[in-house]
């Protein structure tokens, strides 16, 4: 299955479970990953690749980046492994149903 229709589909599945998502896009900056995913205040990104794709040294200085900062993410090849990490990182997986309270 080829990236974009890996991305496509996982992103459809995401909307239907409640994720708010956006393109990514860095002005200047290359090496952004695909997606941002947000819900009930957890935020998250992933990279989609066709099977057997390879990340950029971009892509790679962005997730060290990203690790630096302990902020969640996934480079995936399939439509249930983007599926399996959404579900892994949904707030509402843990019983969590509405987003925290100012001050919490």
Known sequence: ??????????C???EEHGWYH???KHPGTRGALDRIFHKLAKTVYIEFKQPGGRLSIHQLNEIKE???HFIQYAVVESVKSAK???????PETYGVTTPP???D
């Open 12 to 14: 459809k599945w995401a």
């Open 1 to 10: 299955m080829l990236e974009k229709a890996i991305e496509k589909a996982a």
């Open 22 to 24: 956006r393109k990514m």
């Open 84 to 90: 399996d990490f959404l579900t892994l990182c949904d």
């Open 101 to 103: 309270e100012e001050g």
């Open 66 to 68: 990203l690790e630096t």
